[in-house]
C-alpha cells in the first residue's frame, strides 16, 4: 500500500509555512491530504509525494522496545499541528555498506536513542520513498500539539547538528495546522 | 528505475522449466524479456514481475570487498543459461529488527560467506519488490554457462537448507535458455 501526500487548494492539512533548507525547493502546496492507495500514481507532477512505510532499517531489538514504550500513534485529537520533512541523501551515503550507514545512524547520530526523550509528545512516521523512483528518499510526518511546537523545534536541530544529516543534500520542512472537520479523522 | 520481468510467447530468454517450491504457483511464462522503466506498469495481471535493483540491506563493507573481488557481472556471452526466484518471506521475518534479520542472513545462514564459491561462475541480481506492493518480496536473477548448471544447483541447494530459507513462505523457479538473437545483447 503506498501513502500518497497529495496538495490541493484544500485539504486535510492547511499549509503555513515550507522551507527549503538544502537542494532544490518544492511545487507550493496550500493544503495537504494524506491519503493510501494500492497502485503508483501517474508520474508527471510534483505533487503528490509517495512513500511506503515499511519496516525499520536500521533500529535493533532492544532500541525497538525502548522505541514502543514512549512513542505516540498518529492521530491524536490535541495533535493539530504536523510538519512533513521529505530528504534526499547524497550517492555517497547510499554507497556504504550496511554497517557503515548504522555506524553513521546511530552510534554517531544517535538518531534513535537522542530521539527518544521527544517521542511522548512528538508522533512520527517514516515512509521510504528512493526505490519508488521518487524525487526524495524518506519522507517524515510529524504530529503534535501546538504546545510543543518548541519541542519538534528541539527535535529537529539536534539531527540537523548530527554527522548523519552531512549527508543530507536535499530538505524541505512544511509545516501545517490540521483544518477542523471530521473528514480528517475518517 | 523499475525492472520488468516480462512474459510473452516470445522473449530474449526461452523458459524451460517452472517450478514451484512453496506457496502459490505463478501464471505460466513462455519467454522472458527484461526492461527497465521509469514508472511501475499498471497492475491487475501477473506479469510482469517488478523489482529494483537498490542498496544492499545486510552486507558489510569487508564482505562487500570479498563479493567484489569474485563476482561475475551479468550478460556474459558464455551465460546463455539463466534461473529467475522470485521469493517472499513470512510476517515473522519483517517484524524482525535489523539485528535479528542480519543474525539469521549471514551468522547463522551464511548467506554471503556460503555463496562467495560460487560466484565466479554464477553471475547474479538481486531486486526488490517488497516495497512496491508486488506478490513477491524478492526476485532474484542468475545467469551461468550450461557446463555450470549442477554448479548453480549445489548453490540452490545450500540456500534452501539454511535457517533463512525457514521464512521463506512462497517461491517459484524459473528457468530459461537464452535465445540466439543481437537483439538481446542492446
Given at each position: 500500500m503506498?501513502?500518497?501526500?497529495?496538495?490541493?487548494?484544500t485539504?486535510?492539512?492547511?499549509?503555513?509555512?515550507?522551507?527549503v533548507?538544502?537542494?532544490?525547493g518544492i511545487a507550493?502546496?496550500?493544503?495537504?491530504?494524506?491519503?493510501q492507495?494500492?497502485d503508483?500514481?501517474?508520474?508527471?507532477?510534483p505533487?503528490p509525494?509517495?512513500?511506503?512505510?515499511s519496516?525499520?532499517?536500521?533500529?535493533?531489538?532492544?532500541?525497538?522496545?525502548?522505541l514502543a514504550?514512549?512513542?505516540s500513534?498518529?492521530?491524536?485529537?490535541?495533535?493539530?499541528?504536523?510538519?512533513?520533512?521529505?530528504?534526499?541523501?547524497?550517492?555517497?551515503?547510499w554507497?556504504?555498506?550496511?554497517?557503515?550507514r548504522?555506524?553513521?545512524?546511530e552510534?554517531?547520530?544517535?538518531?534513535?536513542?537522542?530521539?527518544?526523550?521527544?517521542l511522548?509528545?512528538i508522533?512520527?512516521q517514516?515512509?521510504?520513498?528512493?526505490?519508488?523512483?521518487?524525487?526524495?528518499?524518506f519522507?517524515?510526518?510529524?504530529?503534535?500539539?501546538?504546545?510543543?511546537?518548541?519541542?519538534?523545534?528541539?527535535?529537529?536541530?539536534?539531527?540537523?547538528?548530527?554527522?548523519?544529516?552531512?549527508?543530507?543534500?536535499?530538505e524541505?520542512?512544511?509545516?501545517?495546522t490540521?483544518?477542523?472537520?471530521?473528514?480528517?479523522?475518517?
Open positions: 503506498f501513502t500518497l501526500f497529495e496538495s490541493a487548494s485539504g486535510h492539512w492547511q499549509a503555513d509555512s515550507i522551507a533548507l538544502r537542494g532544490p507550493s502546496c496550500e493544503a495537504l491530504t494524506i491519503r492507495a494500492p503508483m500514481p501517474p508520474r508527471g507532477s505533487w509525494l509517495v512513500g511506503v512505510a519496516h525499520a532499517r536500521y533500529v535493533e531489538r532492544d532500541e525497538r522496545a525502548a514504550a514512549v512513542q500513534p498518529l492521530g491524536r485529537p490535541e495533535a493539530t499541528r504536523a510538519v512533513l520533512i521529505p530528504i534526499q541523501k547524497s550517492p555517497e551515503w554507497a556504504l555498506a550496511q554497517d557503515e548504522r555506524a553513521i545512524f552510534p554517531r547520530s544517535r538518531h534513535i536513542s537522542g530521539s527518544l526523550p521527544f511522548p509528545a508522533a512520527r517514516l515512509y521510504h520513498s528512493r526505490d519508488l523512483g521518487e524525487p526524495f528518499d519522507l517524515t510526518w510529524f504530529e503534535f500539539a501546538p504546545r510543543d511546537e518548541s519541542l519538534f523545534d528541539q527535535l529537529l536541530a539536534s539531527l540537523r547538528g548530527t554527522d548523519e544529516w552531512t549527508y543530507v543534500t536535499r524541505v520542512e512544511l509545516r501545517f490540521r483544518v477542523n472537520t471530521k473528514e480528517h479523522l475518517s
